[in-house]
């Protein structure tokens, strides 16, 4: 029997891939969103930035390539 906190790791991955998969965003567009920028009545996601991460103490938030807004209804 799976423990509960493989399962829970394994749900929230899950989750990840499903939410990257049915949007079309990129992963640092991903990482960088907010909940300020999730409009669920709305159904949209606004993605203004996007995470680069390099090391621990190097990364940024830049624009993304394209400023967009992602239907998720």
Not at 47 to 71: A, F, G, M, N, S
Request: cysteine-free; hydrophobic content about 35%; aromatic content about 10%.
């Amino acid at each position: 029997m799976l423990s509960q906190k493989y399962r829970l790791k394994s749900i929230s991955g899950k989750l990840v891939y499903e939410m990257l998969f049915y949007t079309g965003l990129r992963m640092g567009e991903m990482e960088a969103l907010t909940w300020e920028k999730i409009d669920l009545r709305s159904q949209q996601i606004a993605v203004e930035k996007t995470l680069i991460y390099k090391t621990k103490d190097d990364w940024h938030l830049p624009t993304p390539k394209t400023e967009h807004i992602v239907q998720i209804g």
